[in-house]
Nanobody, 116 residues
Framework: QVQLVESGGGLVQAGGSLRLSCAAS????????MSWHRQAPGKQRELVAS???????NYGDAVKGRFTISRGNAANTVYLQMNSLEPEDTGIYYC??????????WGQGTQVTVSS
């Protein structure tokens, strides 16, 4: 059983930074993509950033140039460095794991609140 656990969320002032972490456990195939998604109040869940095995990254338009996704030293960990945070970045941030021939798995989410 695959489980994802996010951490690092919290309250931060506009212009500040946060670093989110996601750790996956269980049966995780080597061919996978890990990503961050968020859901702001009154909005649909959106892609924040994704990273594949080889390190190729993809970012949502709203966070390009401000957020950086990276894989950790552990095999199934991923981070999201969030800089220059804006109130619009407020929301619940979810970590997602996609595995070849296995589908996708989601974490519980971690709250990020950016105050003005």
């Amino acid at each position: 059983q695959v489980q994802l656990v996010e951490s690092g969320g919290g309250l931060v002032q506009a212009g500040g930074s946060l670093r989110l972490s996601c750790a996956a456990s269980g049966t995780v195939f080597n061919v996978n993509t890990m990503s961050w998604h968020r859901q702001a109040p009154g909005k649909q869940r959106e892609l924040v950033a994704s990273i594949i095995n080889g390190g190729t990254t993809n970012y949502g338009d709203a966070v390009k140039g401000r957020f950086t996704i990276s894989r950790g030293n552990a095999a199934n960990t991923v981070y999201l460095q969030m800089n220059s945070l804006e109130p619009e970045d407020t929301g619940i941030y979810y970590c997602k794991l996609w595995m070849l021939s296995a589908g996708e798995f989601w974490g519980q989410g971690t709250q990020v609140t950016v105050s003005s």
